[in-house]
C-alpha cells in the first residue's frame, strides 16, 4: 500500500521504500509499522472446492487434510505466498492446486532435478492435466497449453532463462526453495571512471529472479526455510515477493544480526526476531510436525555413540590424510570424515544383518560417494547371503537409474537394504516404507538432517520407522555435531521448529567439553 508518511524509524524497515512524495509499505510491514493489515487468505472451504473439480480426478479432495487446505487457502488470496512444512506433509498437492485454481494456460514448477519424476508422477496421479519436463537438453518448446504443467529443475533453469522470462507464467511453484541459499546475482566490477556497475552472473537464482518478476502468482515451498543461517532465507522471500524485504544486505543487517569485520560484511546471528517473525506470519502458513505426524505411524529417533573400542579398524587412510594436509582446505576434513566413517562399518553391518534377519526394510545414508561403493559393495554380499535384496547408488548413477531403484525398493515387501548417499537421495525422494534408516555420516546443517528423515516420515508412510544417526566418538563426527548444534537455536526460534529443538536435545549428548574440544582440535591439526 501506499501512505503519506512513516512512523519514527520505519524507513529503516527492510522493504519499506520512499515512492512518489509518499512512502510504499509491503503487506508484510504494515502490522510492524502499526497499520491495519487485510486478510487476504481464502476460506478453507474455498480450498477445498478447488480439489473437488476438474482437472483433479474423483476423490481427490477426499484425501487432502487440513493443513494442506491451509496452504492452499493462503497461496490463493496472497500472490506471493510461502509454504513452510515438514518433509512428507504433502506439499506436491498444495502446488497443483495453486496452478489448476491461478493458472489456465501457463503453469511452471521448478524443482530440484532429483524431484522432477516425483511432481511427474504426482500431476498424472492426482489431476488429467500431462507433465512436461524442461531439461538440459531442449528437446521440447514453451507453449500456452492449457493441459500442460511444465516442470524444470533449478539445476537446469539458466538453460531456459529467456524462454520461460517470455512465457510469463500464470502460477509458479517453487519447490524445495531452500536450494538458493547463496542469493547472489551481481558481481560489482569498478570501472575506470570510479563508477561502479553491476554485472548479471547469469546464474540460477538471477534466472529465478526474472522469471518470479515475469510471473503473477508465487508459491515457495521448502521443509527447511533456514538451512544453517537466518539469512539463507533472504533469497526465498526475494524471490516470491520481489522487492519486498530490501536488498539482502538490508535484510542481513536487520534480521541476521550483520557484522563488518576486515574483508567486509558478514551474516552469521539473529536480530530483531520477534519483527522478523511479525512479518512473516503475515505471508506463510507454518506447518508443525506434530500435525502431520498424527496422520503418520510411529517414528523414534536415536543417537548410537560408538567408543573407541566399539569402533573397527579405519581403513587405510594415512595416505590420504597426508596428501589432504598438503592440499589445505577442506581436504584434510573431508578426508577426516571418510576416515571416521569407515570406522562404523563394523557396527552397520552388524544393525543391517539383525534388521534382514527381521525380514525389515533398510536405507543407509552415507556422506562420500567413495564409501558408498565400499559398503554398498559389502552390504549386497551380506544381503545376498541373507536371500534379499539390496541395491547402492550415489549421485554419479542417473536420476533415471536412481529412480529405478527406488520404485524396486519402495515395492518390496522386505527383507531388502538400500545405500545411498545423502546429497543423492536426501531430497524430494520417497522411501517411506522404510523400518531402518541407518544416517552413517553427519551433514552439516540442520536442513540435511530434516531432509534426510523426511525421506521415511512422509504422507503415504506405512510402517514405523527407527531414524538411527552413528557418531563415532573421538573423531570430526563430534566437530561436525557441534556445528549443526551451533546452528539449530535459530532455527527453532525463528522457523517454530519444534523437529529442530529434538535434533539439538538428541545431539547434545555428545562429548565437547574442553578436553574434548582440545583432543579433537589437536587431531584436526594433523599431530594425530
Known sequence: ???????????????????????????????????????????????????AAAPF?????????????????????????????????????V???????????????????????????????????????LTSTKTTHVTQDSNVVYVTAWETLKYWRKELASFSPEAVVYDETHWLRAGKRYKPLVGTDGKTKFQD?????????EIARRSTWHLSLTATPIPGRVIDLWPQLELCEPHQWGGRHAFGVRYAAGTKNAYGWEYKGLSNPQELRQRLVCVRERVSDKEVNKLLPPKRREVIRLEVAQQGRPAAFKKAIKNARAQGGDSMFEALLM?????????????????LEGNQKVVVFTGRRRECEVLGAKLTKLAHTLKADAWWAHGGSSHAERDAMRKDYMAHPGPCVLVGTGHAWGESIDLQDTDLALIAMLPFTPEKLRQWEGRFTRLGQVRPVLLTYIVARTTVDEHVADIVL?????????????????????????????????????RLSGSD
Open 1 to 51: 500500500i501506499m501512505v503519506p508518511d512513516v512512523p519514527r524509524g520505519g524507513d529503516g524497515v527492510p522493504g519499506v521504500k520512499a515512492w512518489g512524495g509518499g512512502w510504499r509499505v509491503p503487506l508484510n510491514a504494515q502490522g510492524v509499522l502499526g497499520l491495519p493489515v487485510a486478510d487476504l487468505r481464502c476460506t478453507l472451504d474455498a480450498a477445498r472446492a478447488v480439489y
Open 57 to 93: 480426478k474423483g476423490g481427490v479432495g477426499e484425501l487432502v487434510a487440513d493443513h494442506q487446505l491451509r496452504l492452499l487457502a493462503g497461496a490463493m488470496g496472497i500472490s506471493g505466498f510461502h509454504g513452510w512444512a515438514p518433509p512428507g506433509a504433502g506439499k506436491t498437492l
Open 95 to 133: 502446488g497443483l492446486g495453486l496452478l489448476v485454481h491461478r493458472a489456465s494456460t501457463r503453469r511452471l514448477v521448478i524443482t530440484k532435478a532429483g524431484a522432477r519424476s516425483t511432481w511427474a508422477d504426482q500431476i498424472q496421479r492426482y489431476t488429467t492435466l500431462r507433465p512436461v519436463m
Open 201 to 209: 552472473l547469469d546464474n540460477t537464482f538471477s534466472a529465478a529472479c
Open 339 to 355: 576416515e571416521a566413517a569407515s570406522r562404523k562399518h563394523k557396527y552397520i553391518e552388524a544393525r543391517v544383518r539383525t534388521a
Open 486 to 522: 551451533d546452528k539449530l537455536p535459530h532455527v527453532a526460534q525463528v522457523g517454530e521448529d519444534e523437529e529442530a529443538t529434538a535434533i539439538q536435545e538428541a545431539l547434545a549428548g555428545i562429548d565437547w567439553s574442553e578436553a574434548g574440544r582440545a583432543a579433537l582440535l589437536e
